[in-house]
């Protein structure tokens, strides 16, 4: 493969990444301007594509009778201990209620009660039957008469050291190098799995809660050209149900089912309930189940014996919906949760701006701190537990933004000298050359990440010793990077997304190491410093990568420090 095929194509707005939030983001925009030209470049198919494209069972993020986006704000400011941005969530609480009744006119699915109303399975969540909710979105996406790039993996903004004025994509079908020109990118990639060793192995390894293909591309491309980042440190570590990493949350949210040890003992009931109640039940939830194990109680299961025929078959229907696999393996082993309690544990940390806030520092406007680039989803910062619909939120206000800005900014091409450089990095890996596969390389990655980095096998505990080898590490073998090979443009597309996964690991460190505290207990803990520390550490840390000196420069953002062109 000596050479890729060049394809030149111009567009008003550019999306990278057609999941929920990419596809409402092009749907807003064309509504809001039907002339406008938009395209979205996705590296699967729009159709089934992020974490959403086993579909979903409840929109988790909905003002139920009785909330308002004063009560919601409260609700996330409680759970992260009092570091989120106001201004973020509040927006997106606005908008909740109206995203979903608009999806819901495209073809969602919603259960209604017997007065008609939305289904709740909380204060804040209804009941849908949202297996096609990812056709739906995509049949919404062509009809508005979008662009898309289906099974185009954006590897690099083109930047002009300003302003971002587009993206560069590789097919690994057709192994050609799109060079999309845009007066405005909107980012919606998703968080990032794969940056800690999976709990399974070989080809079950990407069994995994997070949908494997969300890699953090959307955060590596943003700091290499040194975007500013946000609550890295704060990782998302879920509580599934153990082999099929199915959510939790289907079975006990709204239910009255037991958390039991391998005693028989309610736990979570009887000796953590006063860490919170409703406050930061899902982080305790964790936190008591990982306690347990660590003092020889464990496996923990959620009890769901004595659950009726009728409630067995609404649990199996919500889980098809969203996690198929649970399903056909409890048919395939015989098994009835109603008969035997389900299995639960941790899995592997993910970075992620959707129930956690790590990702882009980014204004109210969701404009992020590069000219000419917005973020919106679980790759934007500083808002949690958004879920789908604050993805959805976030996305309409990013393409009502962008749509405003662009019109007095002309459509500039990158040149020929600056193509040829991104299609020489994305080429190296395929010169024939002797090197190390990505398999291999990607396996030592993950091993430093597990076992200095807060891993799933050290109970995802930090200390700044671990973390400083954990730097070194990485750093040694930065320099494999380059002897990177694939023998296919499959291959080669995973080595790029090692090197995305890399570039997210560095920042991940850097911010790991600068929060001297522990802010939120498992997804943040500092053994060597294990408790809270409000005098110092109540706000946000954020980062910039310098690539002239390849180093990450470390910043403490006030809690009331908002805008992010600063």
Known sequence: MADILTVNLDTDILIIGGGAAGCMAAIEAKKADPGIRCIIMEKAHIERSGCLAMGLNAINACLNNGQTPETYTKYIRDEFFGVIREDLVYSIAEGLNDAVKEVEKMGL?????????????????????GERLKPILATAVYRAKVGVLNRVAATNFIFDGERVRGAYGFSNRDGKLYVVHARAVIVTTGGASGIYKPMKKGDARNTTWYCPWNVGTGYAMGIRIGAEMTSFENRFIPLRVKGVNAPTGTIAQGSDIMHRNARGEAYLEERYKHLGGEKCLSLYRLLATLQEEKAGKGPCCLDTRGLSVEAEEKLKTAYLNMNPAIVLLWANDGYCPGKRPVEISGMEPVVIGGHCQAGYWIDKERRTTIKGLYAAGDVAGGAPKKYVSGAWVEAKIAARTAIEEIANIQLLHINEDEVNKEKERILCCMNGREGVSHEELERIFHEIMDEYAGGATVHYELTESKLIIARDKLREIEEKLQYLRAKDKHALLSCLELIDRFDVAKVLIEHLLYRQETRWPVYQTRIDYPERDDTNWLGFVNSI?????????????????TLCNI
């Open 109 to 129: 699915p919603i259960e209604k009660d017997q007065n008609g109303d939305y289904a709740t399975r909380g204060k804040r969540s209804i009941r849908i039957f």
């Open 545 to 561: 990568y310098d690539p002239v000196n390849d180093r990450v420069k470390m910043i403490k953002r006030a809690l009331n420090e």
